[in-house]
T-cell receptor, first 112, second 110 residues
Framework: SQTIHQWPATLVQPVGSPLSLECTVE??????LYWYRQAAGRGLQLLFY??????ISSEVPQNLSASRPQDRQFILSSKKLLLSDSGFYLC???????????FGPGTRLTVL | SQQGEEDPQALSIQEGENATMNCSYK?????LQWYRQNSGRGLVHLIL?????REKHSGRLRVTLDTSKKSSSLLITASRAADTASYFC??????????FGTGTRLQVFP
């Protein structure tokens, strides 16, 4: 069966510090991968998605970047965090475009 | 702007009652999906309905789709306290991504 992991589960970082959130998927190959951010009590904002290694599509220009160094690994990064980067970050995968998405447990990021 | 908009934004009911949430979208779709999110957790897929389908059932869930009105509804029958969560619709149309709505927060009181 397929599983998706995200870490860390929670993170508190000072403004201006770097960020690296990791997402890995097990039990499938060549998944579509997605990073979302969710503000408290709000909907999901798609940040990045990837249909293959090294292929990254950015949805919202901002202080973040994403990389896919391996088939089942998706990394969200920032060189300098802003207060507005705080939120709940969710990684998801799907087998194909528009297919069911399977979400990880999320990372709660607080920037102080 | 977001493709899906759920209505109502929040819903409070008693156990045993039915809960109905609506989703409206703006453009053509290939499918529409409903997801559930418990507080502080990831989303869980509930049901997918294709654009050529009008109704779909899964346990206590019933989803309808009206492509002429660009809307869908999710009905949860005989609700339980454990159904308390946020519910999101998401649409897909010839892209590599889904567009999620803003969600309905459902509170079921025992």
């Amino acid at each position: 069966s397929q599983t998706i992991h995200q870490w860390p589960a929670t993170l508190v970082q000072p403004v201006g510090s770097p960020l690296s959130l990791e997402c890995t998927v097990e039990g499938t190959s060549n998944p579509n991968l997605y990073w979302y951010r969710q503000a408290a009590g709000r909907g999901l904002q798609l940040l990045f998605y990837s249909v293959g290694i090294g292929q990254i599509s950015s949805e919202v220009p901002q202080n973040l970047s994403a990389s896919r160094p391996q088939d089942r690994q998706f990394i969200l990064s920032s060189k300098k965090l802003l207060l507005s980067d705080s939120g709940f970050y969710l990684c998801a995968w799907s087998r194909d475009r528009e297919d069911t998405q399977y979400f990880g447990p999320g990372t709660r990021l607080t920037v102080l | 702007s977001q493709q899906g908009e759920e209505d109502p934004q929040a819903l409070s009911i008693q156990e045993g009652e039915n809960a109905t949430m609506n989703c409206s979208y703006k453009t053509s779709i290939n499918n529409l999906q409903w997801y559930r999110q418990n507080s502080g957790r990831g989303l869980v897929h509930l049901i997918l309905i294709r654009s050529n389908e009008r109704e779909k059932h899964s346990g206590r869930l019933r989803v309808t789709l009206d492509t002429s009105k660009k809307s869908s509804s999710l009905l949860i029958t005989a609700s339980r306290a454990a159904d308390t969560a946020s519910y999101f619709c998401a649409t897909g149309f010839n892209t590599d991504k889904l567009i999620f709505g803003t969600g309905t927060r459902l509170q079921v009181f025992p």
